[in-house]
């Protein structure tokens, strides 16, 4: 067939729709949409598949899996009663977070009522968002003891960088001065799924998040094993305020790291930060990198860490690209990361 101006290309396709080309290839191989093909092979998206696509994209929007999205398109209501829980449980805690701020706004118009000018930080403090932080610290070895600033924790944070350049000793030294942090380290899988046991059977409100959890992780393509098992456990349970992990795709394979990377995006921005180290491009894809997600570089030369935003040409971009390597290269090379130790 030949293209036509009513037929879009893959590029133009995910921009309207406001996703990654990735993400339309993705829904194909799930037989969500069928894109029709030119003389000369390329994919296009007609009205008929644009359509269908912004219906995927909404019920991803509250949070249902590929699979539960499938069964929706069919008619099918399996899984939707807990997925619009979920979302009415994400606008009440929002509702309630607004409220919170009416009630600031109300008793700092009281104070000016009666003549009392606000202060400028009660004022500043209302435009503040809840996932905005700020700590200044000494970086520790093998930095020189610069000063470092995280002015914004959003809810998702990627620490990348190559071998030796401290991005372990990074993340544990944000564990230590981010209030409320826990640090999870690679001990984690030494003890393969007992410690998520433990978590799950001291609490079992916990297990049914778990399991919830790995459902829908299941749905999604995700190979249940125990370091997966072990990772919800952890970042299901109550405790720290924010979650710092090393290495977060150890243990998992290359599709259990997409559907991983996709439950924690579907979580946001209601739950609390994420902070962990990759080197995967299936965790890290910088091509789908939302606004509510950081990517902090530790450079090969020991200078401070970078805040790099993911486009092309931007200060630290390619230095990112380079560190990244697909699920498959990584577990090739598991066995050198190991021998180098994690600095």
Not at 68 to 83: D, F, H, I, N, T
Not at 144 to 167: A, D, H, N, Q, V
Not at 179 to 201: I, M, V, W
Request: charged share 25%; with cysteine.
């Amino acid at each position: 067939m030949k293209q036509s101006p009513a037929f879009l290309s893959p590029a133009e396709a995910a921009k309207l729709l406001g996703v990654s080309a990735k993400a339309l290839r993705l829904y194909e191989e799930r037989s969500l949409i069928a894109p029709a093909r030119t003389e000369a092979g390329w994919r296009v998206y007609g009205p008929e598949d644009m359509a269908r696509a912004k219906e995927i994209i909404a019920l991803r929007a509250l949070g249902l899996s590929l699979a539960q999205v499938a069964r929706v398109l069919k008619s099918e209501p399996q899984g939707l009663e807990q997925a619009l829980a979920a979302h009415g449980a994400a606008l009440q805690a929002e509702l309630r977070r607004l409220a919170a701020k009416l009630e600031k706004v109300g008793s700092l118009q009281n104070q000016l009522a009666m003549g009392a000018v606000p202060a400028a930080g009660d004022l500043a403090r209302l435009a503040e968002t809840d996932s905005e932080t700020l700590v200044t610290f000494a970086l520790p070895w093998p930095w020189g003891g610069e000063r470092f600033t995280l002015r914004t924790l959003r809810p998702l944070t990627y620490i990348i960088g190559p071998l030796g350049s401290g991005k372990t000793r990074l993340a544990k030294r944000l564990a230590e001065v981010l209030p409320k942090a826990a640090f999870l380290g690679l001990d984690r899988l030494e003890e393969s799924a007992s410690p998520g046991r433990r978590l799950r059977n001291a609490d079992p409100t916990l297990a049914a998040r778990v399991e919830e959890t790995l459902a829908w992780l299941s749905d999604e393509g995700a190979r249940m094993n125990d370091a997966l098992i072990t990772l919800i456990s952890h970042l299901e349970a109550t405790g720290p305020e924010v979650l710092i992990i090393d290495m977060i795709e150890e243990g998992l394979d290359g599709e259990t790291q997409q559907a991983l990377i996709a439950h924690l995006r579907r979580c946001t921005p209601n739950s609390r930060p994420v902070i962990f180290l990759t080197r995967s491009t299936a965790i890290l894809d910088l091509e789908a990198v939302g606004t509510e997600e950081t990517i902090l570089l530790c450079p090969a030369n020991h200078s401070p860490p970078l805040d790099v935003r993911p486009y092309p040409g931007t200060a630290g971009y390619e230095a990112v690209a380079t560190c990244l390597a697909a699920p498959e290269v990584r577990a090739r090379t598991a066995g050198v990361v190991a021998m180098q130790g994690h600095r």
